[in-house]
């Protein structure tokens, strides 16, 4: 490992070993307005020089397209990479701005013989539920993954936004290598029930939107203003509004720490959900999404500052003070059941 080359740490009990921060691939063709292709395919390549090996995606981030887009990549570098896509959330034909959560084995099976498809794939290393239907038993839906493992489709499974006892249940089915949800300076709601339970169960936390989907960075203060109209942070509570402006002035204190190791606001961030591996005592392999290798530099840059227990108490308000839920309808998260 040079000192450019991010550390590693394992992805469950029996899972793969992957760089401690990997790379969210959802805005290089969804959900964040416009994108570069040539500086997307540049950031890939730029995140597995610097070890970043486990890329995150799921059939809904544009219909597929961005299974379709990350495909030659993986193909190229099939050896090192460790993909993670996911199931679930579901696209009605006369709707396409809509999404189902289904958890049915029917669905779970179209499901990922339709990624294998996409992403050119005869495994996919790491397959995820993305969402829960609480219609549907976790241990059947778990149990139909574990199906696909034993049928040499998938290597390892994982589950996101499930609370501390759903992540129970389906470890007493087949186990499960990573949680994925979101954490990060201002959503912590994980560390209550869901935290603990994976530390007892050798489980990984992947945090997604670890930079606060772009708020902890400064990059924009006010989504409805600041953000193209095609950006879906504008539907998210947090990022508008009075919320938007009440939020804006929590990040006095990240910019204080970040003056003092001279590092950027995301890097502190970034800096502070590493450092959960060491608070919580579990692996953390947080994915921010990029498409600027430059951004990329930035962010593997932060698994090399250490922050001390001043600076840990100086952002630990940060959370409870936070204006507005992550997402306009919160039953699509586990906070919403726990």
Partial sequence: MTDSTIPTARLGDDGPEVGVQGLGCMGMSFAYGPTDTDASRATLERALELGATLYDTADAYGAGENERFLAPFFRAHREEVVVATKFALSIPPDDPTRRIIRNDAP?????????LRRLELDVID?????????????????????DLVREGKVKHLGLSEVTGEELRAAQAVHPIAAVQSEWSLFSRDIEAGVVPAARE???????????????????FADADQDLTQGDFRRQQPRFTGANAAANAALLAPVRTVAEAHG???????????????????????PIPGTRKPTRVEENTGATRIVLTEDELSLLE???DKVAGDRYADMTFASAGRE
């Fill in 107 to 115: 669905y779970i099976r179209e499901a990922v013989e339709a990624s």
């Fill in 126 to 146: 790491l397959y995820y539920m993305h969402r829960r239907d609480v219609n549907v038993p976790i241990e059947e839906t778990v149990g139909v993954m574990a």
């Fill in 201 to 219: 169960l050798g489980v990984a936390l992947v945090p997604y939107s670890p930079l606060g989907r772009g708020f902890l960075t400064g990059s």
């Fill in 263 to 285: 590092a950027t606001l995301g890097q502190i961030a970034l800096a502070w959900v590493q450092q959960r591996a060491r608070v919580h005592g579990l692996p953390v392999i």
């Fill in 317 to 319: 308000p940060i959370a």
